[in-house]
């Protein structure tokens, strides 16, 4: 069903969903257009409508071809929406949800393409706050890349901040996505251009693995590892891109390399990685999930009492379901300082090989009971052994000559 947005688009069908919003395929005086029309309660927010024209300014500036170009902001009525350049294509987390894990040479030439963009944003004083495989597209009219990667954009600009006003979150909670938040955010630290590093080397991490670096289990658990744990090496990558990932995921924000920085040396990397092939490994096994982290943020959100998605895909409107583009915000306290504290920082769950089977499982049991029965045939073995060697030697005592037993006493 057509709707204008304004007086000067109109909406034709929806190409998905998300927390914040729907994106609509629209026609405008330009052409084509995407139109992300965000959720009615956001829109009667006074509040955020002022924080939205504030920040039209910064958005409509921001022009790279690796960015998806905000072209107009819209606010009529109850309706507010972004009118963006229409991108024919897929999210990288269809790609992910496809393939699992890419070669490297492709990932690599994802993340620089990103990496790229971000370096423009934050030169224009724009920090995305959001960066995952959802705000990730892959425009599949383009040329292909290194690896045969397609053209990478990145999406959302200014949504993350929209959504985190003084008035609708308070200053304990975290906005954002558990797996890709930087450490500094869980301590409650301002976000910085930073956090967008650390978060672009958590999703590179992954195209690479198939897994986050410190996800799985409850979210909870999530925000403490990045801040307590260090990242686990990735085998089969070149040294020199493995010291890039380490360094973008430091825990200090200082640490990180700046966008443009990566980007560079990411373009030094690629030549080291042509034709190496999608890593072998497997997701390490999960933590069992404690309580609730906090029962209003997480359980109640979802509708039940126990842990949700592993990606911890939580709607940011308390009773509303995970959508389908898992395009989501989660929205958490900040740890006190005791939840966090755990002495020095420990290693993140280390990678099985290959085919190795999961602890507690059918393989992992059975494995376990041929261990035990190898065990006691040997133990079966060295005893019989033993008895029968006791046996020969009071056999051989019997008929050995008294001087050959007097002798055999002597020192």
């Not at 929406?81 to 490297?104: F, I, N, Q, S, W």
């Not at 495989?133 to 053209?151: K, V």
């Amino acid at each position: 069903m057509a709707r204008n947005i304004g007086s000067r688009y109109t909406t034709h069908q929806i190409l998905g969903r998300g927390s914040a919003g729907t994106v609509w395929l629209g026609e405008g005086p330009e052409g084509p257009v995407a139109v992300k029309l965000l959720r009615e309660d956001l829109a009667s927010d006074q509040e955020l409508v002022g924080r939205f024209v504030q920040e039209r300014t910064a958005l409509l500036g921001l022009d790279h071809p690796h960015v998806v170009k905000v072209r107009d902001l819209v606010v009529d009525g109850n309706d507010l929406a972004l009118v963006m350049d229409l991108v024919r294509g897929t999210d990288l987390r269809t790609r992910l949800d496809r393939e699992r894990r890419l070669a490297p040479e492709a990932a690599v030439a994802i993340i620089t393409d990103v990496a790229e963009g971000l370096a423009a944003a934050h030169a224009a004083g724009v920090v995305h706050r959001d960066v995952k495989p959802e705000n990730i597209l892959l425009d599949m009219e383009g040329p292909l890349g290194p690896g045969g990667a397609h053209p990478a954009l990145l999406t959302d600009f200014g949504v993350a901040k929209l959504i985190d006003t003084p008035g609708r979150t308070k200053a304990t909670r975290i906005i954002g996505t558990p797996d890709y938040l930087a450490p500094e955010i869980v301590e409650g630290l301002p976000p910085r251009a930073a956090v967008d590093i650390y978060a672009l080397a958590t999703v590179l991490y992954e195209l690479l693995a198939g897994f986050t670096p410190f996800g799985g289990g409850h979210p909870g658990a999530v925000l403490r590892r990045h801040v307590t744990e260090t990242v686990v090496p990735l085998p089969g990558i070149p040294e020199e891109l493995w010291q890039l990932i380490v360094q973008c995921l430091a825990k200090a924000p200082a640490s990180r390399l700046r966008a443009s920085e990566l980007a560079t040396r990411l373009k030094d990397v690629l030549p080291l990685l042509k034709g190496i092939p999608p890593l072998d490994v497997d997701e390490p096994d999960a933590e069992p999930a404690p309580e609730p982290y906090e029962e209003d943020a997480y359980a109640t959100a979802t509708g039940a009492g126990e842990p949700g998605p592993r990606r911890a895909a939580v709607p940011l409107v308390p009773g509303a379901s995970a959508d389908s583009n898992r395009d989501t915000h989660t929205s958490m306290r900040v740890p006190a300082p005791d939840e966090l504290s755990g002495g020095p920082l420990g290693t993140a769950r280390a990678p099985r090989p290959a085919g190795a089977p999961r602890p507690g499982s059918a393989r992992h049991k059975a494995g376990a009971v041929r261990k035990r029965r190898i065990t006691l045939a040997v133990a079966a073995v060295v005893v019989a052994g033993a008895l029968g060697a006791g046996g020969y030697l009071a056999a051989s005592g019997e008929d050995a000559p008294p001087q050959d037993s007097q002798q055999s006493s002597q020192p």
